[in-house]
């Protein structure tokens, strides 16, 4: 029986060949970086905790946040599970008899796709969970260092970064080769990479309704009703904030990425017979060639530079963001250059077409092209967030025009990019190069993750410095770091969002792929021609799914915006209500009621997730079910191209805005408790469900719906 996609039986043995070897040195790539995860864990958690204020503190926050997450799964996990009853029946058993007899081989009873689904939801949700177990514990430890000097806080801090970024590497390598091993079929592979994107849309959207939910709250009362400092003990929602930066910017984070680099891994393998075409490799190739094997093989070779590059981020004391941020690109850059000398050895060592070479080349450029771009509109090194500031000396209303302004602006370099990047790699090597230039992009994440994971640590750190009473010049050293961290975030939105866009286009390729396979099999079976799947645009039903696909990042979007205004109301009204019904509270000579606040930023995000998650998994499958396969891929072009620039507009506007604020802190325009300074943090408000919201689960729902549309191919036709 001929498979959709080629046998691994066929000619040369899989087991004796090199390609054996190098899924071993996969999986021992991964295990290294899940040690490296546990040396840094221990070096962090050797380090001085603080004073029993700084701890109870802490534990407080690890108490808040482990709770959230502990009722987030648990949702989840009714999800995931009915996911998994729905793959093994109608996929797997294939009840509704759509795959024709001769491709749909023998399945054995084993229901494959289903299996690897719930070993990519297990994985992401452990990459999220891991990366907030060691952030909880590391904040104490980092405000206690910036006591001692800004090196030795970047460090702590960057090492619990470093800890998510690693083990969300190794786990996803690992579990990739493991599942590519076993089973040795690109389509049971994307089920892998479906259950990753579940559970990371979840995560991404419950964390981010919290964390901001709760931010809002504490800002609009604390910061422009009563004029209190940011992270002052006084505010019944400082602890929900701070529980909110992990459960969002760091579990959230964590599953997101993960499905990025799986998603882009997937991607490159679902299309080896492609690349095979447009290089000239005589087809049909074995599910062991070579050309499936190089994308495991470059994200092994990530893993090694990621760990090396982070020995290269170091900074001396009184620092400014500048050298700050160079510290950091020290460690990417590095790790770039070595994964291309790694690369290049490897193509040459495989046989491959030296082509292959240079679209790893264009997906790393490409992907620190779009970083730089982001964090040139959102630093305030630089002018464009200055500029936003200044607009605060009107009000408000301006700063809010300005940054929507700035935001969609900063598409335009994005956008360039993409364009060109997918220009270079499918002139070199087709829709293959297309993903191929993915996994190049997303090759160093173990160390681009940890520059961006290690921020919502920084930010921690300040609020318990602030709630603790330390001394200024701690909270100046974190502020220092929270700022970097907010640029850094920005810069590694860009790249997940970069890469997202790459591997969604490569993703809808293999779905053109599978149908047509299978319609080719169809054709056969009832002696019909054979009639190739076309996304033309002048098929009406390709421009149905077209403005289907347009709209729904802008419905998803609004959704989110929405609940997170939802949740943020219930939270001013019981800031509001602590304030005026506890006495003494705003004097300080009362506590407030933490617990009430974590409660119901919790309560919002569990009630307000759900409906978002259910729009990216059915929008593909009720589109597809009616309209049919070309719909369907006009539903996935429209989608990649409106939620890629929604995306990064939102993200950038929401940084721009966190950072013009920071730089009237740091003392312009009147600095503190100014006019200019009220107005900033509006805008930062309206920013905050921009940047850690609505825009980071955009590129997250086009990898979503295209995954589900690879997956769910078979029962559209």
Known sequence: ARDVWPSPWSGRSFFWRLELEILYLAIAAGLVALVFAVLLTVQILKSDPGSEEVQAIGRAIQEGAMAFLSREYRLIAIFVVGMTIILAVFIDLDVLDKVPDTIAGDNEGVPKTAIAYLAGAIGSALAGFIGMTIAVRANTRTTVQA??????????????????????????????????????????????????????LFARVGGGIYTKAADVGADLVGKIELGIPEDDPRNPATVADNVGDNVGDVAGMGADLFESYVGSIIATIALAAVGAGALGVDAPIEFDDNLFILPILIAAIGIFASIIGTFMVRTGEGANMGRLLWSLRTGIFGAGILVLIGTAISVTMLDLDFKLFWIVVVGLVAGQIIGTSSEVFTSYEYRFTRNLAE?????????????????MLSTVVPAIVVVVAMWFANDLAGTYGVALAAVGMLSTLGITLATDAYGPVADNAGGIAEQAHLPPEVRERTDALDSLGNTTAATGKGFAIGSAVLTALALMAAYSVVVDNINEAKALEEGVAFVKISFDLSNVDVLMGLFVGSLTPFLFAALTMQAVGRAAMAMVNEVRRQFREIP???????????????????????????????????????????????????????????????????????????????????????????????????????GDPFKDTSGPALNILIKLMSIVALVFAPIFL
């Open 147 to 200: 006591q001692r000097g800004l090196n030795s806080a970047l460090r702590i801090a960057f090492n619990s970064g470093t800890v998510m970024g690693v083990s969300v590497v190794g786990i996803g390598l690992i579990g990739i080769t493991v599942v590519y091993w076993i089973f040795k079929d690109a389509n049971i592979i994307a089920g892998f990479g479906f259950g990753a994107s579940s559970i990371a």
């Open 391 to 407: 607009t605060a000396e009107t009000g408000p209303a301006t700063v809010i025009i300005g940054g929507l302004g700035l935001g």
């Open 584 to 686: 003494g509270l705003l004097e300080g000579t009362a506590d407030a009621d933490y617990a009430r606040a974590v409660d119901i930023s919790t309560n919002g995000a569990m009630k307000e997730m759900v409906v978002p998650g259910i729009l990216a998994v059915a929008a593909p499958i009720i589109v597809g079910a009616i309209l049919g396969p070309e719909a369907l891929g006009g539903l996935l072009i429209g989608s990649i191209a409106s939620g890629f620039l929604l995306a990064v507009m939102m993200a950038n506007a929401g940084g721009a805005w966190d950072n013009a604020k920071k730089y009237i802190e740091a003392g312009a325009h009147g600095g503190k408790g100014s006019e200019p300074h009220s107005a900033a943090v509006v805008g930062d408000t309206v």
